[in-house]
């Protein structure tokens, strides 16, 4: 299970904001129901990204296209529940596209098309992350897998000792 995020906090508990000359605290209480909020969307995202990947594993692409399906919707509400933070927009946005992918890929019944996007959710997953640990400052954009070539990949073989 994943710890809960919460927008700009860190270490040190949440960020502070400069206003008027004095720093600007948020409330536990809000930062506690923040992170509970962040929590329950990601309890759900996750559980809807491990079906999609139990489908895959399986080849079950009714089950893949209904899961991408509910992470599109989910997608969808958080994006206008936290639409006030600018870089998360990117990672909506990009989660969205790709989230559609799959379920068109599944709808045809292309193994290798939904398995690809599957791996550009898991990305886009990891870049919002770190971009939310980052304080929304950094991975604000998912690359196109087409862009990545051998030599940003290594020697391109998963199996070799390192």
Known sequence: MLPPLSWGAGPQGPAKAQGAGAAVEQSDAEAETESTTMSVWMEKKLKH????????????????????????????????????????????????RVSAEIERQA????????????????????????????????GTATPNIGDLDKKNLGNGDLDADR
Not at 111 to 131: D, K, M, R, Y
């Open 49 to 96: 990204s491990q079906a999609i990947l139990r489908g895959l594993a399986m080849g079950d692409f009714e089950d893949v296209k209904y899961n991408a399906g509910r992470l599109k919707l989910l997608n969808r509400v958080e994006g206008f529940v936290r639409r006030r933070h600018p870089s998360y927009r990117v990672h909506v946005n990009t989660f969205s």
């Open 107 to 138: 709808e045809r019944k292309n193994i290798e098309g939904a398995t690809l996007a599957f791996n550009q959710l898991t990305v886009s997953c990891v870049e919002c992350h770190q971009s939310l640990r980052n304080g929304g400052s950094e």
